[in-house]
């Protein structure tokens, strides 16, 4: 997974990430971890998506919804396995 920091201000962060999948994933996560705004954008289907936080601390705030996707991704893996 490649993450490029596009812009890095106090209350705003724009990430561009190679997976249109895990932006929208971050984008869940973001808004319900209390981002003022967490969108994305791709000015082209061939071009990487850049996702836009805006927050009191936009990179503590990423950091957190990673976590918490994280253990939710966890909790689910597990859950799949006690079904075999």
């Known amino acids: 997974m490649d ?4 812009k ?3 209350k705003e962060l724009d990430v561009q990430v190679n997976s249109l999948t ?11 971890e209390g981002a003022d705004v967490a969108a994305w954008k791709r000015e082209h289907p ?3 998506p850049i996702l836009h936080i805006e927050a009191d601390n936009p990179k503590k705030l990423l950091q957190k919804a990673i976590t918490s996707a994280q253990k939710e991704l966890d909790s ?9």
């Open 3 to 6: 993450i490029k920091i596009v």
């Open 8 to 10: 890095d201000e106090k």
């Open 22 to 32: 895990l932006v929208e994933l971050l984008r869940v996560y973001l808004n319900k």
């Open 46 to 48: 061939t071009k990487s």
């Open 76 to 84: 689910i893996l597990e859950e799949t396995k006690k079904l075999k």
